[in-house]
């Protein structure tokens, strides 16, 4: 089952040096099999499968319109799509003609998303942007707008004819080949595209079998972006390179109802299927007897959990509530990876119950492991297992290089088949992340800098403690620090350009955002603190759509900064837990983490039906008034769509999630979306479980976007 590597074997015995070769040959074996299943709104009844033979067709037949607008070997192909079979097929052809795939976000509304394509086009060099539907004309449009001297091919994959028996030879590869650029998210100046060969896809893709136990007999269901390495590497491709049927549904879908995903689950009697951490929270929360009415869970044998730290609390929650419905406890199956080691480095060996390790808190803060089970001084750690397959993990000091031996903390650093080979026409970049040398060892062996902290135990088990790279993950989603410095030192005139540090915390199981900032010596005397607070948090909101949990206004010139200017982040995180900060003011926030109607859809009617969902919903019970912000009674992007859902429903009209972040102080909103709805009549009331129906009225290629970079 497994060979000299600790990895097992391809299923069905096939022998391959790349997922091309893989795929093409299921393609041949079993041409009547169904390779994808898409489920149109993440509705059981409306599914859209491709036969392996109709994938190998599609695909060639976007292969032959590639050449000929002479995109050959090598070069990069941007994919923009929503969720649905024309991104795959578009990825094989990719795969088919030797060209390098880069997956990207649809952009949404704001300006920073479409910036951000056109940064990667421009990064990348790209020969030709695929789409399909309205998306490519509205591309091309803004293109001709914003980056008109781009002079590549925009091809629009619907209007290409489908050829049974394409006479067409795909491409012969090689493993240092590329065959993808995954572009980290969060960043929208200077996105970084990881390097992926060949080589790196096919190990990763066997790692992820021996880690998640997959095998032939497979069934898989996700509803993860496909832009996004989890989606795409960990699902979508993983079931090709199996020979299985990928079932999904776009992340639209599972954010409107997020029992759909456990519904499909059942239905397919999926084996493996995961999320980020916030989904499974999400279930938990969203659970009712009536709506898990016959869902039947015994099947799930993997309940991958990664992409953002794995909280105690959730395994905890989604386990006591859905353990009824046949969930087995060792199903949750936490791990980590990243984009720059393709996709997975490390998971349990055996499905077990997870492993949770407590530790003194206040040594943990310090960087030292001490067993503690003490609940009032402990912290609980979540164990994400060993390393997979021929891969090695070590725990090194950042600063020395030298290798940790003594069980403390330290920086993560991997080496193995699956790192990737570097950032994409970054060399400086490349050297530092992908080529570090440990000291004291073998100068010919490179390893990866993660960029994250974690520790390994006595078994050999990891343990993730932090971020030593300044990245904030929340919801899955990455942000940089220094975008929301920006947003913030930008939003008043009495804070100091250059003087603030934005990082996370912990806290009741969240990462939260802090924002510390220096107050401009100018203004020391004239500075209202409550204004400029509710400024700040106010414009992060808005630019961001991010939550600020503590604001500390300091004085002038007291941020930890290095001798060259610096901002230290880690060390302002350090002294803002110790209480060591030069406080000139401080908010934090009090609110909690994560249907009744009124008669018109006025004003009050708004504010109260707001009120109820925030109560009954979210077991939020902050006061609410019109001068409350969304912000402080602690709603997340995530609940902002439920609860647009939710208004849809109470007052018969489509509500726009953007207007949240246009209006974010509740009176306000309030007041636009009643002068939104104008002269339309006294609404019928509609129960919960209709609401959905109006907030899919909103234009398809808007609310997709949306919801779906959430997830990027």
């Known amino acids: ?8 074997y391809i299923p069905g015995g096939l022998v391959a040096n790349n997922l091309k070769d893989i795929i093409e040959q299921r393609c041949k074996l079993t041409p009547e099999k169904m390779a994808l299943n ?23 037949s976007i292969l032959y319109v590639l050449r000929s607008c002479e995109v050959y070997k090598g070069d990069k192909v941007v994919l923009l799509f929503p969720a649905g079979n024309a991104f795959v097929q578009a990825f094989v052809a990719c795969f088919y003609g030797g060209a390098v795939a880069v997956p990207v ?7 920073n998303d479409w910036q951000r394509v056109i940064g990667i086009v421009r990064d990348c060099g790209a020969s030709a942007i695929l789409s399909c539907g309205d998306q490519a004309s509205k591309i091309a449009e803004r293109f001709a707008q914003d980056f008109s001297e781009w002079n590549g091919a925009f091809i629009n994959v619907d209007e290409i004819k489908k050829h049974e028996n394409l006479p067409l030879h795909t491409t012969d590869l090689a493993p240092d080949d590329l065959a993808f650029l995954q572009y980290t998210s969060g960043s929208t ?3 970084k595209g990881v390097m992926v060969s060949h080589a790196n896809l096919l190990h990763n893709q066997r790692v992820l079998q021996t880690g998640f136990k997959n095998d032939a007999d497979t069934r898989y269901v996700s509803w993860l972006p496909l832009f996004h390495d989890m989606g795409l590497i960990g699902c979508a491709l993983q079931s090709l390179y199996l020979g299985v049927t990928f079932n999904y549904m776009a992340p639209a879908a599972f954010l409107q109802q997020p029992l759909r995903w456990l519904r499909a689950i059942d239905y397919f009697r999926a084996t493996t299927s995961g999320a980020p951490n916030f989904a499974y929270e999400l279930c938990a929360a969203r659970y009712s007897a009536e709506a898990c009415k016959g869902i039947d869970l015994s099947s799930w044998q993997c309940a991958f959990n990664g992409a953002e730290p794995v909280r105690p609390g959730t395994l905890d929650n989604f386990y006591r509530v859905y353990a009824p419905h046949g969930l087995r406890k060792t199903a949750q199956f936490p791990c980590y990876g990243l984009a720059e080691g393709v996709l997975m480095v490390s998971g349990a060996t055996q499905f077990a119950e997870p492993k949770l390790f407590n530790i003194n808190a206040q040594q943990y803060h310090r960087g030292i492991i001490t067993r503690d089970q003490n609940p009032e001084t402990a912290v609980t750690l979540v164990a994400v297992g060993g390393v997979v397959g021929d891969q090695e993990l070590a725990i090194v000091n950042p600063v020395t290089h030298q290798r940790n031996t003594d069980g403390a903390i330290g920086e993560i650093w991997l080496h193995g088949k699956s790192v990737a080979c570097g950032y994409w026409g970054k060399g400086q970049a490349t050297l530092e992340t992908f080529q570090a040398q440990i000291v004291g060892e073998p100068p010919e062996k490179t390893w990866l800098r993660t960029g994250d902290s974690g520790y390994l135990d006595d078994a050999n088990e990891l343990y993730i403690t932090g971020r030593i790279k300044d990245t904030i993950i929340i919801n899955g989603k990455n942000y940089f620090p220094q975008d929301i410095e920006l947003v913030v030192e930008n939003c008043e005139p009495s804070l100091k350009p250059g003087g603030g540090a934005v990082f996370s915390v912990e806290r009741d199981g969240y990462e939260r955002i802090v924002v510390v900032q220096e107050v401009h010596r100018t203004h020391l005397k004239t500075f209202d603190p409550a204004t400029v607070i509710n400024a700040i948090r106010t414009a992060v909101a808005r630019e961001c759509e991010l939550t600020v949990y503590d604001v500390c206004l300091i004085k002038p010139t007291t941020l930890l900064k290095t001798t060259s200017g610096k901002v230290q982040r880690q060390q302002n995180k350090k002294a803002y837990l110790q209480n060591e900060l030069s406080l000139l003011a401080q908010h934090l926030s009090t609110a909690n983490s994560s249907n009744e109607v009124v008669d018109k859809p006025t004003e009050e009617f708004i504010l109260s039906a707001i009120q109820q969902f925030v109560r009954s ?6 006061k609410i008034t019109p001068a409350s912000l969304f912000i402080d009674i602690g709603l997340t992007s995530v609940d902002v769509i439920s609860l647009a859902e939710y208004l849809s429903g109470a007052i018969s009209a489509q509500v726009d999630p953007s207007l949240f972040w246009d209006y974010p102080e509740i009176g306000k909103f309030c007041l636009a979306l009643s002068h939104q709805l104008g002269e339309q009549s006294e609404p019928d009331i509609e129960t919960p479980g209709s609401l959905v129906n109006n907030i899919q009225e909103m234009p398809e290629d808007e609310f997709r976007s949306l919801l779906e970079r959430e997830l990027s």
């Open 617 to 622: 919903q979210l077991h939020i019970t902050a």
């Open 1 to 8: 089952m497994f060979d000299l590597e600790g990895l097992r």
């Open 38 to 60: 898409f489920l149109h709104d993440g509705e059981l009844d409306n599914q859209e499968v491709n036969t392996y033979a109709e994938l190998d067709a599609a695909a060639k």
């Open 105 to 111: 976000a649809l952009p949404g509304r704001r300006e």
């Open 189 to 191: 100046g200077a996105p």
